[in-house]
């Protein structure tokens, strides 16, 4: 079946402006997890959804950041007035979010560069 | 708060040779760990997920162990190939009844030389 997927694939932009990036999971997934990864780091948790909610947002760095997914399915991240800190790939990640052997599964990344 | 890291931070071996790729965290109170493979500007691939509840987890050459008392993993590969490069990233899941956050380590940057 399909895996996570996750548009666009690469997208540049000018500081100041707004991006939007999208994700789409493995159908039947309940859960799905946005992370952001720096160039030579490990990926960094910014917010999670169970359903249609954020359950966790702690990892959003600013309110310059938003995230919504309106029918538990797809998601989409939102950062306005972009700076050239914002830089990094965002991963979107899905699982069924239940049980100790729960596996998250990752889509192949947004490369976001802000000139 | 929880801290993961992983040593070496890079490691170039030929090939054939076994190696080991280790993670350490702070916070012993674990749902699970991963561990993870990424290739260059790419997403994660999950290699294998260890409940705390288990010592190891074996899938072909890879066999990964998990000590929850010391705070430890590895991540042991035998007879390594040079389709084994990549980075290597483990992750630990805090105790929760429902999905939560993983928490990453730097990963191991790993060339196999043919």
């Known amino acids: ?115 | 708060k929880q801290e993961v890291t992983q040593i070496p931070a890079a490691l170039s071996v030929p090939e054939g040779e076994n190696l080991v790729l280790n993670c350490s965290f702070t916070d012993s109170a674990i749902y699970n760990l991963q561990w993870f493979r990424q290739d260059p500007g790419k997403g994660l691939t999950s290699l294998l997920l260890i409940q705390s509840s288990q010592r190891e987890q074996t899938s072909g050459r890879l066999n990964a162990s998990l000590d929850k008392s010391s705070g430890r993993s590895t991540l042991y590969i035998a007879a390594s190939q040079p389709g084994d490069s990549a980075t290597y990233l483990c992750a630990v899941r805090r105790v929760e009844t429902s999905g939560s956050r993983l928490t990453f380590g730097e990963g191991t940057q790993l060339t196999v030389n043919p």
């Open chain 1, 1 to 115: 079946g399909a895996g996570v997927s996750q548009t666009p694939s690469n997208k540049v932009t000018e500081k100041g402006k707004y991006v939007e990036l999208r994700c789409d999971p493995i159908s039947g997934h309940t859960a799905l997890y946005w992370y952001r990864q720096s160039l030579g780091q490990g990926p960094e948790f910014l917010i999670y959804f169970q359903g249609t909610g954020a359950a966790d947002d702690s990892g959003l760095p600013n309110d310059r950041f938003f995230a919504v997914r309106p029918e538990g399915s797809v998601s989409t991240l939102k950062i306005q007035r972009t700076e050239r800190g914002d830089s990094a790939m965002y991963l979107c990640a899905s699982s069924y979010g239940q049980g100790s052997t729960d596996t998250q599964y990752f889509g192949p990344g947004t490369r976001l560069t802000v000139l």
